[in-house]
């Protein structure tokens, strides 16, 4: 399923431009900046999933520790996908199907070359490397001083891949808000992120851990 392998990262680095946040760079940052003073990141994604038909709800528990570049990603909803596991690091993505019982193992350039729908999110709080890959452009800018709000827009440097649409604010330099677009503009994923925490004591083995009876599938 794309969009799973679509979802991985919210947090991206770029080179500092400026002291302010006045380009998608310097927000990028920033946010890059929070994630490495954080030993790990936990928060909630809930939304609509609408490719292929009636939208359905998501919801998305994500768990990582940036300075090993490791997130898990749990799926409570769709119903098609509850249950399922994404665990992915900065070598290959491990994807638990809990309706098979099974795990694919896929490297993570093969993942992020195959997602299709603008932003792959395969390095969820491993913010290094997204300026190889996409164009940024600061979309626009609202709320006041201290409470401003920064909407990014990133497009794939190759390929006929739809973009993405990220919402930063500058209290605590986190995402608020994601969007995933066809080739067409149409709309295919919208999260909200939620219960945003830093330093909450999670742990490599944790965010690892996959049942020990899942068969495993290398691709």
């Known amino acids: ?9 919210l947090a991206l680095g770029l080179p500092f431009a400026s002291a302010g946040a006045q380009t998608a760079q310097d927000v990028v940052y920033k946010v890059n900046q929070m994630q490495k003073n954080a030993r790990d ?10 490719a292929g038909g009636t939208p359905q709800k998501m ?17 409570a909803a769709p119903a098609s996908i509850a249950g399922d596991i994404i665990v992915s690091d900065k070598n290959e993505v491990r ?62 440097k190759a390929g006929n891949s739809g973009k993405s649409r990220i919402w930063v604010t500058e209290q605590g330099w986190r995402p608020t808000r994601v969007q995933m677009l066809d080739a067409r503009g149409q709309v295919l ?17 944790v965010l690892r851990a996959l049942p020990k009876s899942a068969r495993i599938v290398r691709q």
Not at 1 to 9: A, N, P, S
Not at 96 to 123: C, E, H, M, R
Not at 189 to 205: E, I, P, R, Y
């Open 41 to 50: 990141v936990t928060f909630r994604l809930t939304g609509t999933l609408s």
């Open 1 to 9: 399923m794309g969009v799973k392998k679509t979802l991985l990262l």
């Open 189 to 205: 994923v919208d999260l909200s992120v939620s219960a945003f925490k830093t330093n909450s004591g999670v742990t490599s083995a």
């Open 95 to 156: 994807q638990y199907f809990s309706l098979t019982n099974q795990i694919a193992v896929t490297p993570v350039n093969k993942a992020a070359a195959s997602t299709g729908l603008g932003l792959d999110f395969v390095q969820v709080g491993n913010a290094a490397n997204l300026s190889d890959s996409y164009n940024l452009r600061l979309l626009g800018v609202s709320g006041g001083s201290g409470s401003r709000v920064f909407q990014l827009e990133a497009s794939p």
């Open 59 to 75: 919801d998305i528990r994500v768990r990582s520790i940036p300075s090993q570049g490791l997130a898990r990603m749990e799926f």
